[in-house]
């Protein structure tokens, strides 16, 4: 089943139009498949190979809506096996409007940025899959940097998520210098605000 979990009570799937969910499945292999939510909120997903699995809804209207959370017989899941010929039941699918903001400030450190380098910002959702697949994209979002030091991450559903800055190099090999990482929790309420310190003097491999 698949619900809407808002502070609006006039939130509720019928208020979402068409909804459409994704189970994508990495083992040795990769498979995934689609459908649509009916509009008692009921959904089968079939055609999957065995292997760790994990939901997402795919974006369909310009009300956007993103993933709160999966449970699994009343227990939150970030994945869950699926075994040769398994039927999967008792899954639960809680959906949020994504109406979330962060904003924020990166200050550099330790040097200045080469020419041609630019700054951009990410945040992924801790509740997003890296067990599952560490180049995952699922729960990412990502913005530029102004000029200013400021930027501002839109469309986020309520939760915990990582920040990091970092900065992008053309045509370089290790093209990226990210800051110390920041954890920040949004709700609808609100926007969240960070300052981010992006020291140029410290290199990685990434």
Known sequence: MVSVESTDPQD???????????AIVFDESYSNSNCEVSGDGSFRLGG?????ATLRPVEM?????????????????KDFEIHPDEEIT???VILAPST???????????GALQQGATIRVTARSSSSTDSVNPTDFLGY???????NGSFVIENLTPGTYDVEAFTVIPNEQRPRTPSTKQ????TA???ADIELILDLGKTTDK
């Not at 999957?48 to 760790?52: A, N």
């Not at 979002?141 to 000029?147: C, E, F, G, I, L």
């Not at 954890?183 to 949004?186: D, N």
């Open 183 to 186: 954890t920040v929790t949004v």
């Open 90 to 92: 008792g899954i639960r």
């Open 189 to 191: 309420e609100r926007p």
């Open 100 to 110: 979330c903001v962060i904003r924020g400030h990166v200050a550099i450190h330790g």
């Open 61 to 77: 209207s310009a009300r956007g809506l993103g993933l709160l959370r999966v449970e699994r017989n009343g227990v939150e899941v």
């Open 141 to 147: 979002y990502q913005a530029d940097v102004s000029r």
């Open 48 to 52: 999957l190979k065995p292997g760790k």
């Open 12 to 22: 509720s799937l019928e208020r979402f139009g068409r909804i459409m969910l994704m």
